[in-house]
Nanobody, 129 residues
């Protein structure tokens, strides 16, 4: 059974940094699409960053240049390094995983919630001004 567990959220001041982790169990990284999503109160879930098993990464425009998605296959963990955080980054952050026959099927940040079968429970990020 595939499970995703996020950690690393917290409260920081604007300009600060956080690193989110998503530990994956029940699956070894092979052909996959993974992504970080966020949902602010009263808003829909939006894609933040994506990583496919062929190494392609994509970022949503609001976070480009500030966030970095990466993985450690030995630790079966996905990361999101977040720098220069802004109050508008405040949200619940979720990681998502979809197993695919080949990485070319990944849609990057254009993947919708329904494109991912496996989700974590979320970790809260709060950025104060």
């Amino acid at each position: 059974q595939v499970q995703l567990v996020e950690s690393g959220g917290g409260s920081v001041q604007a300009g600060g940094s956080l690193t989110l982790s998503c530990a994956v169990s029940g699956y070894r990284f092979q052909s996959f699409c993974m992504g970080w999503y966020r949902q602010a109160p009263g808003k829909g879930r939006e894609a933040v960053a994506s990583l496919s098993s062929d190494g392609r990464t994509n970022y949503a425009h609001p976070v480009k240049g500030r966030f970095t998605i990466s993985q450690d296959s030995a630790k079966n963990t996905l990361y999101l390094d977040m720098n220069d955080l802004k109050p508008e980054d405040t949200a619940m952050y979720y990681c998502a995983l979809e197993l695919v026959p080949a990485a070319r099927y990944c849609k990057g940040i254009y993947a919708t919630s329904t494109d991912y079968k496996h989700w974590g429970q979320g970790t809260q990020v709060t950025v104060s001004s």
